[in-house]
T-cell receptor, first 112, second 114 residues
Framework: AAGVIQSPRHLIKEKRETATLKCYPI?????VYWYQQGPGQDPQFLIS???????DKGSIPDRFSAQQFSDYHSELNMSSLELGDSALYFC???????????FGPGTRLTVT | AQSVTQLDSHVSVSEGTPVLLRCNYS??????LFWYVQHPNKGLQLLLK??????LVKGINGFEAEFKKSETSFHLTKPSAHMSDAAEYFC????????????FGAGTRLAVHP
């Protein structure tokens, strides 16, 4: 069965650079969630989209923005990167905002 | 607001002995609760979920959890630990007021010794 795809899987950036993470949900899923997991921490909700509109917002820095496109894939744009942005970024998808979310493998971002 | 508290940050067991990972929840309504497992440098895998059906929930790899409303608990158990069970376990609640975003507990690291 198709799963959630995230790209890239690993990304290394320098401070003050920009990064773009991509998430491709399971086919027919219309809801996407982004989570950030810092080293040794639990995942924290960043932002979600339902039917291409932002549905909820968590502890996402103003330097970050995200959107969901017409094909339901989502991109997380991160600017002015800081060392503290180094983390594992998970995307999850569901159908119709269901609690049953399916997680992608994550993108490991390292900021040097 | 919804929240979960995992009572142990680390649990260590011997292979073949029972596993108990404790989780208490706080919710203003009947919650949807989950346990996820994360192996080192891996993604999140759903072990099991409770969604107001049977209070005893069976998951993958022999794990199960019991929803106890009177105790606001959702403890994860397994009769016999295997070396491959060593991982980080997260108790999770969904926030119905937040389009079902997931709220994670701090995690319990399970170590399994030979």
């Amino acid at each position: 069965a198709a799963g959630v795809i995230q790209s890239p899987r690993h990304l290394i950036k320098e401070k003050r650079e920009t990064a773009t993470l991509k998430c491709y949900p399971i086919p027919r899923h219309d809801t996407v969630y982004w989570y950030q997991q810092g080293p040794g921490q639990d995942p924290q909700f960043l932002i979600s989209f339902y039917e291409k509109m932002q549905s909820d917002k968590g502890s996402i820095p103003d330097r970050f923005s995200a959107q969901q496109f017409s094909d339901y894939h989502s991109e997380l744009n991160m600017s002015s990167l800081e060392l503290g942005d180094s983390a594992l970024y998970f995307c999850a998808s569901s159908f119709d905002r269901s609690y049953e979310q399916y997680f992608g493998p994550g993108t490991r971002l390292t900021v040097t | 607001a919804q929240s979960v508290t995992q009572l142990d940050s680390h649990v260590s067991v011997s292979e073949g002995t029972p596993v108990l990972l404790r989780c208490n929840y706080s919710s203003s309504y009947s919650p949807s609760l989950f346990w996820y497992v994360q192996h080192p440098n891996k993604g999140l895998q759903l072990l099991l979920k409770y969604t107001s059906a049977a209070t005893l929930v069976k998951g993958i790899n022999g794990f199960e959890a019991e929803f106890k409303k009177s105790e606001t608990s959702f403890h994860l158990t397994k009769p016999s630990a295997h070396m491959s069970d060593a991982a980080e376990y997260f108790c999770v609640v969904s926030d119905r007021n937040g389009y079902n975003k997931l709220i994670f507990g701090a995690g319990t690291r399970l170590a399994v010794h030979p």
